[in-house]
């Protein structure tokens, strides 16, 4: 009740003075009720709000976590894809020879039968010798430059590479003047 029509029941008798009394004291007690409820209802609030946000914090986490997982497992395959790409098309077909050329794959010593003229390219570094895309037991052939190119990506691809070093010579080496034969097999 507002004070003008408190004023107004009292003048015409409706209400007596303790009634109105009373109804203050109703008034006041109700307003402090919804004080107190609003106090305590609040920091309830603020709890479940901060635990909301620190679940949606979390959940985000876990999906960046998992679209970097999945954008390095597409990576992986977009590189192997290149890889294969890059050995299929660069392939140096060769009619298998009669001379067994030896190279190590991890610490076994393995051989290929090559022609004469691939040996000699083999032997200088010219051509490498790799992994082929479409049996983990059969080599391919291909220039030095595509295996290079492979090896930036993948290095686990590449078997073999003749590393020529022409212009490392000791001085105190008693065999400098003997000069290796190129066709000296192992």
Request: hydrophobic share 30%.
């Amino acid at each position: 009740m507002s004070k003008s029509l408190q004023d107004q029941l009292l003048k015409s008798g409706l209400i007596s003075g303790d009634k109105a009394k009373k109804a203050k004291t109703d008034k006041r007690k109700q307003q402090k009720l919804q004080k107190q409820k609003g106090k305590k209802a609040q920091p309830e609030i603020d709890q479940v709000k901060a635990e909301i946000k620190e679940n949606m914090a979390e959940k985000k986490r876990q999906d960046a976590a998992l679209n970097r997982k999945k954008q390095e497992q597409y990576e992986t395959k977009a590189i192997q894809a290149q890889i294969k790409q890059l050995i299929e098309s660069n392939i140096i077909s060769s009619e298998e020879g009669d001379i067994a050329f030896s190279f190590t794959q991890d610490r076994v010593i393995k051989k290929i039968y090559v022609s004469q003229h691939i040996q000699n390219q083999l032997s200088k570094g010219r051509l490498a010798i790799v992994k082929s895309p479409r049996s983990t037991q059969t080599y391919e052939l291909i220039p030095k430059a595509v295996a290079e190119k492979i090896k930036l990506r993948d290095s686990s691809h590449i078997v073999f590479i003749a590393e020529v070093d022409d212009h490392a010579t000791d001085e105190n080496d008693p065999y400098a003047n003997y000069q290796i034969p190129d066709d000296l097999m192992w």
